[in-house]
């Protein structure tokens, strides 16, 4: 899972990776981080590869790969991070067009989420959306004023989103 405090990315089961060794192709390959948390090399069997850095996974070859091969290069590359597929995705529920979840983006807002699904349905009490946020282990909630977005171009509560928030757009009362 990716860590919140040390930006490094950490391997989870399911996590395709490419391991390569320099000058030895038979070696090197592409590999999907197995239920147990290992994945397994030519010569050296099984290695924990789950909730370790690509940068310590690849010293934790070399070393194992030490007595097979003279001064090895190992270079390891996360190809595909679907152990955190769900932690870095955003919603959107409620009254709008089409709810989402979808992976996040890097400077993605209340508003492109809410476009992508749709927009406000016409039962939308669009100006009491909430954005619902983890942070520290609890959950903050932001009001969106979606009609004030859409209508006036008032941008004061577009907010910049972050992995795992949740929009929710409410019904209005008849």
């Known amino acids: 899972m990716a860590s919140a405090t040390s930006g490094e990315y950490h391997i989870g089961v399911g ?12 070696l090197s390959l592409a590999v999907v981080v197995r239920p147990d948390g290992k994945i397994s090399m030519p010569l050296v069997g099984d290695l924990d590869a789950a909730n370790v850095t690509s940068t310590q996974l690849a010293i934790n070859i070399a070393s194992a790969l030490n007595n097979y091969v003279r001064s090895p290069q190992v270079t390891v590359i996360v ?55 983890r942070v520290g282990g609890e959950t903050k909630v932001y009001t969106i004023r979606l009609k004030d977005i859409l209508e006036e171009g008032i941008l004061d509560t577009n907010y910049p989103l972050q992995p795992s928030d949740v929009i929710t757009v409410p019904q209005r009362a008849f």
Do not use: C, H, I
């Open 15 to 26: 996590d395709a990776l490419q391991v390569s060794v320099w000058r030895n192709p038979e």
């Open 79 to 133: 190809s595909n991070p679907s152990s955190t597929d769900f932690l870095r995705r955003v919603r959107v529920t409620g009254a709008v067009n089409s709810p989402q979840s979808m992976p996040f983006r890097e400077g993605m807002t209340a508003l492109d989420l809410v476009l992508l699904s749709g927009g406000p349905n016409p039962f939308a009490s669009a100006n009491k959306a909430k954005l619902y946020r």
